[in-house]
């Protein structure tokens, strides 16, 4: 995460990452599909990412109520790199 930051880097990133200037173009369909999806839905969120801030997850959890939500305080896009353990401790939680 230093990394990123590093001189004003993190400010960079949106344009630095095309997928994003896609994903508010089709907004409706990629909120659809998480919404409409009819089974369970989990998801294990870093809170200090970057690129997909946690606010989309709580806006997820508004639009889906029945979503469950795990988030890491300090950990940002790549929690299965950052912290395997904590990530696989949710899942087998999540899974079990």
Do not use: C
Request: aromatic share 6%; net charge negative; glycine share 8%.
């Amino acid at each position: 995460m230093a990394m990123i930051r590093h001189r004003g880097g993190d400010r960079l990133l949106p344009k630095l990452i095309r997928y994003i200037e896609e994903r508010r173009e089709h907004q409706a369909r990629w909120t659809a599909g998480l919404i409409d999806h009819p089974g369970q839905l989990s998801v294990a969120w870093g809170e200090q990412d970057p690129i997909a801030v946690v606010e989309m997850v709580h806006r997820l959890a508004q639009l889906r109520p029945s979503i469950n939500v795990r988030t890491f305080p300090d950990l940002g896009h790549w929690p299965s790199i950052e912290d395997p353990e904590a990530l696989s401790a949710v899942l087998v939680d999540l899974l079990g």
